[in-house]
């Protein structure tokens, strides 16, 4: 499996830690990439999982996690 998504989407993904693994996979590296509970139109996602993680993407909203990695947003609204 092999996902596309534009050229400038990964320019704009700076802070990746594990060379676009989740283009060739499902997964972030080893782990599972994070459950989407929302996309917002703002390029930001909704997380399911409201534990903190390791991930310069992943911030604390209020009571939950949202993801703004450039990334991440492609493949979550490609698969909606």
Same mark, same amino acid.
């Given at each position: ?5 534009? *050229?400038?989407? @990964?320019?704009?993904?700076?802070? #990746?830690?594990? *060379?676009?693994?989740?283009? %060739?996979? %499902?997964? #972030?590296?080893?782990?599972?990439? #994070? *459950? ?8 930001? @996602? @909704? ?11 992943? @911030? ?16 979550? #609204?490609?698969?909606?």
């Amino acid at each position: 499996m092999s996902i596309k998504v534009p *050229e400038q989407v @990964l320019k704009n993904t700076t802070k #990746c830690r594990h *060379e676009f693994s989740c283009l %060739d996979s %499902d997964k #972030c590296y080893r782990k599972k990439m #994070c *459950e989407v509970d929302q996309i917002d139109g703002k390029n930001v @996602l @909704l997380l399911k999982d409201k534990n903190t993680k390791d991930c310069p993407y992943r @911030l604390s909203f209020g009571n939950g996690q949202i993801c703004v990695c450039p990334t991440h947003y492609a493949i979550s #609204c490609m698969k909606n």
